[in-house]
């Protein structure tokens, strides 16, 4: 079992910045593959990022390449989601994922029912 608490969630506006949090419980927090999804309102969730467990290799989605970098500290269990130059359109609930076991044909997966564990949620406003 697996528990993903989010935080740095909020308000912001456009143009400006904010960086999530995600801490886990997972005794093998460092085998873990993490993601961070997000779903707008009528929207469907997507992929936002994702990073390999040893933080070497990440991916990210066209939408946010450039502006948003996905990090993990092993030793603290956490990984982070570092949001810049925000736009209205990036206003979602952001949900960190835990991928236990990934394909051993492709590192990452941006399919959210290939993730095991969801955090609660945490809502990003980006006013214009």
């Known amino acids: 079992q697996v528990q993903l608490v989010e935080s740095g969630g909020g308000l912001v506006q456009a143009g400006g910045s904010l960086r999530l949090s995600c801490v886990a419980s997972?005794?093998?927090?460092?085998?873990?593959?993490m993601g961070w999804f997000r779903q707008a309102p009528g929207k469907e969730r997507e992929c936002v990022a994702v990073?390999?467990?040893?933080?070497?290799?990440?991916y990210y989605v066209d939408s946010v390449k450039g502006r948003f970098t996905i990090s993990r500290d092993n030793a603290k269990n956490t990984v982070y989601l570092q949001m810049n130059t925000l736009k209205v359109e990036d206003t979602a609930v952001y949900y960190c994922?835990?991928?236990?076991?990934?394909?051993?044909?492709?590192?990452?997966?941006?399919?959210?029912?290939?993730?095991?564990?969801w955090g609660q949620g945490t809502q990003i406003t980006v006013s214009s």
């Open positions: 997972a005794r093998t927090f460092s085998s873990i593959v």
């Open positions: 994922a835990a991928d236990l076991f990934p394909r051993p044909y492709m590192w990452y997966s941006t399919r959210q029912d290939e993730y095991d564990y």
């Open positions: 990073i390999s467990r040893s933080g070497d290799r990440t």
